[in-house]
């Protein structure tokens, strides 16, 4: 099974995304589109692991939250990956708490690598996928998809845990599963 840990996105803001992105699905382009209900800010992917492992990695992740506070996610802005002029990858900005954020990855890496989960070489850059470039896009796509996103507040979500998925493939995309939920800190 394929595991990925992540942040539910609330439906409000789901559907605040899905509006924004609208036009752009419409287009003919080569781009595979998050579909709405799949929508969330990923957090750690482990990849394809042995379904007799999911109790040991919720067991894991449990202290990873516990010295965050919950906390309101800020979701706005647009860009791409590597670069708006020849992005692979179209996402969805986290604005704040961007320091809340990093340490619970942090803290999810930290748990997860002495399991044998590699660390992401990558810097973490949290946000939320909506679509990947499948083919050439014309010059000055990404921007275009930028500017007209740029300013715009998607929603703020409150955050008081996070989720472990598992991702399952079909020939009509990925369908995601929440598997467990993990509080962060309760608050007294």
Not at 152 to 167: D, H, I, K, N, P
Request: net charge positive; with cysteine.
């Amino acid at each position: 099974m394929r595991l990925f840990t992540g942040i539910a996105l609330s439906p409000a803001c789901r559907n605040a995304i899905a509006s924004a992105v609208s036009p752009f699905r419409s287009r003919r382009i080569h781009v595979s589109w998050t579909p709405d209900r799949n929508l969330h800010l990923t957090m750690k992917f482990l990849g394809e692991t042995p379904p007799d492992r999911v109790e040991e990695i919720a067991l894991l992740l449990g202290p990873a939250g516990e010295d965050i506070p919950p906390f309101d996610l800020v979701v706005e802005e647009a860009g791409g990956f590597p670069s708006l002029r020849a992005p692979r990858v179209l996402w969805i900005g986290i604005r704040e708490p961007l320091e809340l954020v990093g340490k619970l990855q942090e803290n999810m890496e930290n748990a997860l690598s002495d399991a044998g989960f590699p660390r992401e070489e990558r810097p973490f850059h949290p946000h939320i996928t909506v679509g990947r470039v499948k083919g050439g896009l014309s010059p000055g796509w990404g921007e275009e998809y930028a500017r007209a996103l740029s300013g715009r507040r998607f929603g703020v979500v409150r955050v008081s845990s996070f989720q472990l998925y598992e991702s399952r493939l079909s020939p009509q995309g990925a369908t995601y599963f929440v598997l467990r939920d993990i509080p962060l800190r309760r608050e007294p």
